[in-house]
């Protein structure tokens, strides 16, 4: 099952070599920010992971939604993995604003296997339906859910968003379903 | 099937999109290192991929085996990912002396999701014990070998090498693996 796969590669490979030191880089990041901007009044000092139904993931949020803006890298975080020295890990800032203009900053990103289902089922000979894609995303979704329910290191430093397919036109819905999402944790 | 879904995930999200440009990263190493060394006397410029049977994968090969050594690192890529802006891709070069005490270059890797599958191995609900591993190992090196074989970008430049188990105590087995290959291809 591709999908099982891609969820234990997503979390043994990267989010429990990276959430554990989030919430320090972010404290540095904020220091080091000269607009002196806060995660805590308004926004997430969590990984926001966003699992899109359709897969088809933007490389830039900004391109599908102007209430999101590119806000900055968190600190790099460098480790020696598998003869690669110091392969450099990072995360991205976002600012997004919400219907009464208010500036909220997260940390989020795409769950990158999804680019993988996604490329499967565009390649001829993988194998692969856009109908079973859409499985595989759902299983990707609950599998990660349930690994990351059992890990400690990552415990209240993460928040797994699904995301239904754009409603007709909306041009904010992928802010709106952040904002939902922010405000469900307050 | 885990491997199969790593195999893909290895070459949509990684190889194609680092080995197309492996060739001129290395022409710009060599015009920037003092050393003046040579890929081309003795070496190669294709990128090797080490598939270890046993997935146990070296974060540091010269710690496996005081013939290789750390050379540095090709220069950066940056590339925007499902809203990780400006993600690093890395390779790291590295020096094996064979038994004549001649240097070699070569870029080379443990190929990661073996990290992944022996990780699986290692949790007790990721249902997945060592033999099945192991067999797991071998589907992804087919599965890779297919791929690649049909992908144009990424033609001759890369080498999959499969390695078996250590052979006893051999010090040098790495090395020798490795030098190996360099001869084949010549
Ligand atoms: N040697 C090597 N150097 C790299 O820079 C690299 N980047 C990816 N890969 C391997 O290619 C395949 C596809 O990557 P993808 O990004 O879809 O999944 C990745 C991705 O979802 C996430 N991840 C890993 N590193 C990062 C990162 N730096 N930023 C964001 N996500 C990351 O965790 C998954 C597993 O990572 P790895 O287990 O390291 O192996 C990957 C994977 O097998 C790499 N392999």
């Not at 904020?30 to 607009?35: F, G, I, L, S, V």
């Not at 790099?76 to 990072?90: H, L, P, S, T």
């Not at 894609?133 to 329910?149: G, S, W």
């Amino acid at each position: 099952n591709v999908a099982h796969g891609l969820a234990w590669s997503f979390y043994l490979g990267y989010l429990r070599l990276v959430l554990p030191r989030l919430d320090d880089n972010i404290t540095t990041f904020c220091a080091q920010d000269k607009n002196n901007s806060s995660f805590l009044s308004r926004g997430s000092r969590k990984l926001l992971i966003l699992v899109p139904l359709n897969a088809n993931t933007s490389h830039k949020f900004e391109d599908e939604d102007n209430n999101i803006s590119f806000y900055g890298n968190l600190p790099k975080v460098e480790i020696n993995r598998a003869g690669v020295r110091q392969r450099v890990f990072k995360h991205s800032v976002y600012k997004v604003k919400d219907e009464h203009n208010r500036v909220h900053l997260c940390v989020m990103e795409n769950a990158t296997p999804l680019l993988t289902l996604y490329g499967m089922s565009q390649e001829s000979y993988a194998g692969f339906g856009e109908a079973e894609r859409r499985h595989q995303v759902k299983l990707f979704y609950r599998t990660l859910q349930e690994i990351l329910d059992h890990s400690l290191e990552c415990r209240n430093r993460y928040k797994l968003i699904l995301l239904n397919d754009k409603d007709g036109n909306d041009p904010h819905f992928l802010s709106k379903a952040i904002l939902q999402h922010l405000e469900q944790q307050e």
